[in-house]
């Protein structure tokens, strides 16, 4: 292996000329800021895909325990994933270089959910880190046509 070494010349990709420019916004607002205890999951990503028999979500969980997740609907259809993901027990006799890993209360996202949706049917599991939401949809019944007779 061998050592590089940087040169003098203007390197246009080099990190540290381009900064977040959301960075001022992360100061400001703790629960976006990577210093909150719930910033991992406050930006998880999640995914909403819709078959003709189901809504299904998906988001990363990773090391998340099925006990530490809850998923609820709220006022008749809203989908609430949220949980609380328990601290490490601490040892004295440990010397703690970094920590970047969250804990403590979460709430990952609130989707409203569609008129079709069958709230009192929706599953959830977690595996390997990814929470999938299966939200049944009713059968939309379609109206017939009636022929109306033109006169005249």
Known sequence: MSIVRRSSVFDPFSVELWTDPFDTFRSIIPAVSGNSEAAAFANAHMNWKETPEVHVFKADLPNVKKEEVKVEVENGNVLVVSGERTKEKEDKNN??????????????????????????????????????????????????????????
């Open 95 to 152: 010397k703690w270089h970094r920590v970047e890993r969250s804990s403590g209360k979460f709430v990952v996202r609130q989707f409203r959910l569609p008129e079709n949706a069958k709230v009192d049917q929706v599953k959830a599991g977690l595996e390997n880190g990814v929470l999938t939401v299966a939200v049944p949809k009713a059968e939309v019944k379609k109206p017939e046509a009636k022929a109306v007779e033109v006169s005249g």
